[in-house]
């Protein structure tokens, strides 16, 4: 079956930092969705990819697909500590018809003040 | 005017037993969703409904039976407890099922936490 792996699963970072998430999935996907969940809390939607190659920038954040549809990443600007949290990629394979998301493991932010 | 919420919070109980977790969303949504996200923090789709339809049905004991009496209520009740059932389960719910190439973003609620003694 699809899988979607993400890398790192923790990482630490200074405030102020740079911090990146990757995302590679073993089959071609439809499209991407990244998530955020902060400590003891739930899975928050941030933002959805769905074109070869797009770009897409959300304040400190930007979110790539890649070319081939089949990985992409989060980036996130000197860090605050307001980004802790637990950051998921979602997964919709291409051709599936009844939308099952498959998520990443998740990567845990830690940011250090 | 919370969007999805899940009853109980916490749940604590003792192996063998049976117990139910409870699901609502008020936004419209056509679809809902249960979610277990073990200590790890790994989330795995459990079930999936589509206007009372059962959709999605993953590789779950059967111990673990879903139930949606309207679009706006998903209920999952599980039989005889087994410590490996100890997680915080989350049910989510979208606008509409998604369709090939598309889907739709997904409310999750506050989470359900487990505990199996």
């Known amino acids: 079956g699809q899988q979607v792996m993400q890398i790192p699963q923790y990482q630490h970072v200074q405030e102020g930092e740079d911090f990146t998430t990757y995302c590679n999935s073993s089959t071609t996907l439809s499209n991407i969705q990244w998530y955020k969940q902060r400590p003891g809390g739930h899975p928050v939607f941030l933002i ?64 250090h003040p | 005017d919370t969007a999805v919420s899940q009853t109980p919070k916490y749940l604590v109980t003792q192996m063998g037993n049976d117990k139910s977790i409870k699901c609502e969303q008020n936004l419209g949504h056509d679809t809902m969703y249960w979610y277990k996200q073990d200590s790890k923090k790994f989330l795995k789709i459990m079930f999936s409904y589509n206007n009372k339809e059962l959709i999605i049905n993953e590789t779950v004991p059967n111990r673990f039976s879903p139930k949606s009496p309207d679009k706006a209520h998903l209920n999952l009740h599980i039989n005889s407890l087994e410590l490996g059932d100890s997680a915080v389960y989350f049910c989510a719910s979208s606008p509409r099922l998604s369709g090939t190439g598309w889907s739709d973003t997904q409310y999750f609620g506050p989470g359900t936490r487990l505990t199996v003694l």
């Open chain 1, 48 to 111: 959805q990819l769905v074109k070869s190659g797009e770009v897409k920038k959300q304040k400190r954040l930007t979110f790539q697909f890649g070319e081939a549809k089949k990985n992409s990443s989060l980036h996130i600007t000197a860090t605050q500590t307001t980004d802790v949290g637990t950051y998921f990629c979602a997964g919709l394979a291409g051709g599936t018809s009844y939308g099952k998301l498959t998520f990443g493991q998740g990567t845990i932010l830690t940011v």
